[in-house]
C-alpha cells in the first residue's frame, strides 16, 4: 500500500508539472522589459513569448499579436516551439503508459510486464522534464547576456519572465514525479521476484512423533 500511494504521489507530481508546461508554452512571459536607466518610468510593458508579443499600456489595456513568419523567428524561439509541443505531447502519452501499469489499476495483470510499464511511463516523465529544461535555459542564458552586454542598448534589454519559473517549477515536478514512479516500480519487482515458500506442517505420527520427511 505504501508503495501505491508514493506512485499515486509521483503520478500527480507528473501531471502538475505537464499542466505547468503547457502554461508555461502558452504565456507571453517569457521575457519582459528591463526597467532601467531612462526606461525607470514608462508608458508600456513589452511581454514576448514563444507565439507571440504583447505590449501592456500603463492604463491597463494590452495589445497582442501572434509572429507573422514562423522561419523568420529567432533560432532560440523556434527550438522552445519545438521542445516544448513535444513535451506536451509525451506528457500526455507518459500519462497514459503510467496509468495502464499503475498498481491501482487492473489494465494489465500484475508482474513484471507491468512494472516495467510503469518504469517506462515515469522514464517519459524525467525525459520529459529534461527536454522542457533546454530552451528554459537557452532562454534564460540569452536574457541575462544581453542584459549585462553594454553593447545592447537599455531599451532592448530584458528580464526573465514568469513563464520561464513557472516552467522551472514545472521541470522539477516532472523530474521528481517520474523518480518516485520509477523507484517504487524498481522496489515492487524486488518485492515480487522473491516467492515466500511455505512447509508443510509437521504431523505426528501413530507413535507419537514426528515424521523425518517433514523436516526441511
Same mark, same amino acid.
Given at each position: 500500500?505504501? #508503495?501505491?500511494?508514493?506512485?499515486?504521489? @509521483?503520478?500527480?507530481?507528473?501531471?502538475?508539472?505537464?499542466?505547468?508546461?503547457?502554461?508555461?508554452? @502558452?504565456?507571453?512571459?517569457?521575457?519582459?522589459?528591463?526597467?532601467?536607466?531612462?526606461?525607470?518610468?514608462?508608458? +508600456?510593458?513589452?511581454?514576448?513569448?514563444?507565439?507571440?508579443?504583447?505590449?501592456?499600456? #500603463?492604463?491597463? +489595456?494590452? +495589445?497582442?499579436?501572434?509572429?507573422? #513568419?514562423?522561419?523568420?523567428?529567432?533560432?532560440?524561439?523556434?527550438?522552445?516551439?519545438?521542445?516544448?509541443?513535444?513535451?506536451?505531447?509525451?506528457?500526455?502519452?507518459?500519462?497514459?503508459?503510467?496509468?495502464?501499469?499503475?498498481?491501482?489499476?487492473?489494465?494489465?495483470?500484475?508482474?513484471?510486464?507491468?512494472?516495467?510499464?510503469?518504469?517506462?511511463?515515469?522514464?517519459?516523465?524525467?525525459?520529459?522534464?529534461?527536454?522542457?529544461?533546454?530552451?528554459?535555459?537557452?532562454?534564460?542564458?540569452?536574457?541575462? !547576456?544581453?542584459?549585462?552586454?553594454? #553593447?545592447?542598448?537599455? !531599451?532592448?534589454?530584458?528580464?526573465?519572465?514568469?513563464?520561464?519559473?513557472?516552467?522551472?517549477?514545472?521541470?522539477?515536478?516532472?523530474?521528481?514525479?517520474?523518480?518516485?514512479?520509477?523507484?517504487?516500480?524498481?522496489?515492487?519487482?524486488?518485492?515480487? !521476484?522473491?516467492?515466500?515458500?511455505? !512447509?508443510?506442517?509437521?504431523?505426528?505420527?501413530?507413535?507419537?512423533?514426528?515424521?523425518?520427511?517433514?523436516?526441511?
Amino acid at each position: 500500500m505504501a #508503495s501505491a500511494a508514493v506512485e499515486i504521489l @509521483g503520478l500527480g507530481l507528473g501531471i502538475l508539472g505537464w499542466v505547468g508546461v503547457i502554461l508555461a508554452c @502558452g504565456l507571453p512571459m517569457w521575457q519582459v522589459s528591463a526597467f532601467i536607466d531612462v526606461n525607470i518610468v514608462v508608458a +508600456q510593458t513589452i511581454w514576448e513569448g514563444l507565439w507571440m508579443n504583447c505590449v501592456v499600456q #500603463s492604463t491597463g +489595456q494590452m +495589445q497582442c499579436k501572434v509572429y507573422d #513568419s514562423i522561419l523568420a523567428l529567432r533560432p532560440e524561439v523556434q527550438a522552445g516551439r519545438a521542445l516544448t509541443v513535444i513535451v506536451a505531447l509525451l506528457g500526455l502519452v507518459a500519462l497514459m503508459v503510467t496509468v495502464v501499469g499503475a498498481q491501482c489499476t487492473n489494465c494489465i495483470r500484475p508482474g513484471k510486464m507491468k512494472s516495467r510499464i510503469v518504469i517506462a511511463g515515469g522514464t517519459i516523465y524525467i525525459l520529459c522534464g529534461v527536454l522542457v529544461l533546454v530552451p528554459l535555459c537557452w532562454f534564460a542564458n540569452i536574457v541575462i !547576456s544581453d542584459f549585462y552586454d553594454p #553593447s545592447v542598448p537599455p !531599451s532592448q534589454k530584458r528580464e526573465i519572465g514568469a513563464a520561464l519559473y513557472i516552467g522551472w517549477a514545472a521541470t522539477a515536478l516532472l523530474l521528481f514525479g517520474g523518480c518516485l514512479i520509477c523507484c517504487c516500480s524498481c522496489l515492487q519487482r524486488d518485492e515480487t !521476484s522473491f516467492p515466500v515458500k511455505y !512447509s508443510a506442517p509437521r504431523r505426528p505420527t501413530s507413535s507419537g512423533e514426528y515424521d523425518k520427511k517433514n523436516y526441511v
